[in-house]
């Protein structure tokens, strides 16, 4: 008998065995895909974001978010930067607190997995779940391999996001079995989807990217925006892609370095009266989204401009109003908003309230992060609180 079974063998996963297995508990991994740690490979074009600098509890999404103080203030980012200097992974801060891989993100799984190996944590890859039950001794879990007891269960299997990687709803399962309430989940970190005459404004702009300050809901990102065929990417869409839900709308500021975008069409029109509009505006953007953003105005001069006319121009480069029909949905979406209600566990340990010995960690539970670092760091943060006690 283990004295913990852990499902899923990703970040979650994998520290909270670390962990347990450090204080001596027997611990077995069970992992569905042939190999442990896909996310992670993948991650960060393959060099592995692996925690960002500014990890605080006040950045993440969730329906209680004062849950997350607990874990990310007892496993900080400092912490996981640790491990990895302890392991000699040469790394960088890209923008933002973002931190990567010099090299290849199997440095960081290869680090898991020698911490793993020391613990003496089992791993059963390639393992199917098909029940569990939960008994006066433990839970027993039955799998493609057999049967397998354990007096601790942690649920580290994650959300809906990417299912080609193999993503399921089973802990989302697991928890309605053990009576724990869902919140709403949809999915995050993902592009945002237009419908004509929406479609229309910039569907020949499709590949093309600019600096633009997003925002939706309250929340505003600044940085990198990319025009597709279908709508809105890029690291700032994405970025509030997790606060939007149907019916709001998104705004856009094309232009945030420019602070008085009024001003400096009055100066442009006083020194270049005859500049065409779009002319003057591809000055300070691309010029394909200039003319596009222009709309009627881009070929008349500044000068033919009312100030009516040039203030509906400045409204729709700094303050462009767009609404999204959806999204891409789970296939590309790199996080689930929402989960398990972290009303039922404890913020200390992730240990449901009502049900001793079952723990839910990772991205199984609402609690959800920015792009860039935010999101493995509270896989790191929830796996390690449940291995000092599980």
Known sequence: MNDVIIVGGG????????????????VLILEHADKVGKKILISGGGRCNFTNLGAVPELYLSQNPKFAISALSRYTSADFIDLVEQHGIPYHEKTLGQLFCNGSSERILEMLLHECSEANVGIWTSCTVTGVTRGEEGFTVETSDGS??????????????????????????????????????????????????????????SGVSLDAAVTCDGATWRESMLFTHRGLSGPSVLQVSSHWRKGLEVVIDLLPDVEDLHVHFETEREKHPGAEAATVVGRLMPRRVAQSVCGSMATRPLKSLSNAELAELVGSLKHWVVMPDGTEGYRTAE????????????????????????????????????????????????????????
């Open 335 to 390: 996080v689930t908003v929402g989960g398990v209600d972290t009303m039922e566990l404890s913020s200390r340990t992730m240990e449901a309230r009502d049900v001793d010995g079952l723990y839910f960690i990772g991205e199984a539970v609402d609690i959800t992060g920015p792009l860039g670092g935010y999101n493995f760091q509270w896989a790191w943060s929830s796996g390690y609180s449940a291995g000092q006690v599980a």
């Open 11 to 26: 970040a979650a996963g994998l520290m909270c065995a670390i962990e347990a297995g450090r204080r001596g508990r027997r």
């Open 148 to 205: 397998t007891s354990a007096e601790s269960l942690v649920v580290a299997t994650g959300g809906l996001s990417i299912p080609k990687m193999g993503a399921t709803g089973w802990a989302h399962s697991m928890a309605r079995q053990f009576g724990l309430k869902l919140t709403d989940v949809r999915p995050g970190l993902v592009p945002l989807t237009f419908n004509p005459p929406t479609l229309d404004q910039f569907s020949n702009l």
